[in-house]
């Protein structure tokens, strides 16, 4: 069984420009949540998708956004980046969104903001 | 909402020996407690995870153990190997919702195994 799939792996994009990452889930997974890691401020939550529906948000600007299709895929976009938004963006699904299903992880896309 | 408090934010063990990490959550209604490990250029894997309504868990040379009065959990690994050299992070989820979506992860620790 494929695991969580992140593309791509590595980004370089300059202050100003927008990005789009992607993250297919394992298969007959429906939630989707994202997650942002910098050395200093850890790993912290971005939002979750669930059944194409935003479930969760975390305490992100609004140039942080996200979707998710039909097949569970989902994707996020950031506009407008900032030096500061260079960190390792790190993709989790799970079979539902509730208090037993476990998150797996994909080994992320490292942006560097130029 | 949560905070996970992780304890240390670095660990260095002689091979063999054994290792605890410590995390301390604030919401008494947690009742989830998932342990990752995360190599260099990976993404963090789940190793071990324990509910609330139970007190310690084992799998293999790793356990944990949990503490509800305390609001505390701990992860200990026995007989370490260099392969068990990686960055691990506890979690407890943030209860505003029934959502797993919002894991809050503690800072990390940093396992560094000797030969």
Redesign the interface.
Known sequence: KAG?T?TPRYLIKTRGQQVTLSCSPISGHR?V?WYQQTPGQ????L??Y?SETQ??K?NFPGRFSGRQFSNSRSEMNVSTLELGDSALY?C?S?WG????????????TRLSVL | GENVEQHPSTLSVQEGDSAVIKCTYSDSAS??F?W?KQEL??????II?IRSNVGEKKDQRIAVTLNKTAKHFSLHITETQPEDSAVY?CAA?ALT????????????TQVVVTP
Request: avoid cysteine; charged fraction near 15%.
């Open positions: 969580v992140q939630s949540s850890g790993l912290q939550f939002f979750e669930f479930r969760n975390g790190l989790a799970s969104s509730g208090s037993k299903n476990i998150q797996y992880f994909g080994a992320g | 009742n989830y998932p990752y250029g990976k993404g963090p894997q789940l995870d992070f989820p919702t029934d959502s797993w979506g919002k894991l809050q992860f503690g800072a990390g």
